[in-house]
């Protein structure tokens, strides 16, 4: 994949800084609403903004295809393919729920991100540990009526096609009771491929799928439900079949 070189410029000395700025204000905006408002609906306003204008000083545009989501209030747990950094701006920008991320805890770190995901009840993660206290957390996101999104590879792919999914968060869904939905993305590796400092101009395309109900699975059908999720997935993600075969 080639790049026009003055990209690398325009991303270094307008992109990034454009982003911080908007980090570091709707950061602290989100910090401040937080103190009055504990469910964490002021802070997903300010992370929707975030990602708008994201998406939009990066010229990135979204077309979202699909079915209706589960009713408004009724939680679930967004399972997407994951090509670039930008998935998160560009799935809650494309998702209109309440939202919340299962994340690496290192995140919770970095200065003003790390600050609004633990005041808004993001689900951080220990890789380390991962079943560490996550139980309680699922659960909490749950009662306030939020969505989780979750991407199942673990990392982002470099070849753009759908790896095996882990089967953790499918576990925690049918404990839960949490119907899964899996969403499929295609188009935002050419936005910023993983291990590229540069951004391009693109359409990416959002398919959110029909809703798996967990209700009356047991511990034993989690692995299933990977498969099955990870399948219709890569059916909307061109070249998602490459790694079908993933050993399970």
Known sequence: MTFPPFRWWWTA???VPAISLYTIVLGTASLAGGLI???????????????RLILLTSGTRVR??????PPLGESCIFV?????????????????????????ATLGYVPFIGWHLHRSGHVLVNRRNPGAGIF?????MARSGASLIVFPEGSRTVDGGVQRFKGGIFLLAIENGLPIVPVSIAGSRVVMPKGRF???PATVDVTVHAAIPTRGLSRDDARALAERARGIVASAVPGGEAHADSRA
């Open 13 to 15: 000395l307008v992109l």
């Open 37 to 51: 408002d504990g469910r964490g609906v002021w802070a997903h306003r300010c992370a929707q903004l975030w990602a």
């Open 136 to 140: 309680k957390r699922m659960t909490r």
């Open 198 to 200: 540069m951004v391009c």
């Open 64 to 69: 979202l295809h699909g079915v209706l989501l």
């Open 80 to 104: 997407a393919n994951h090509s670039s950094i930008y998935d998160v701006p560009i799935l809650f920008t494309s998702l209109p729920r309440q939202l919340r991320i299962m994340a690496k």
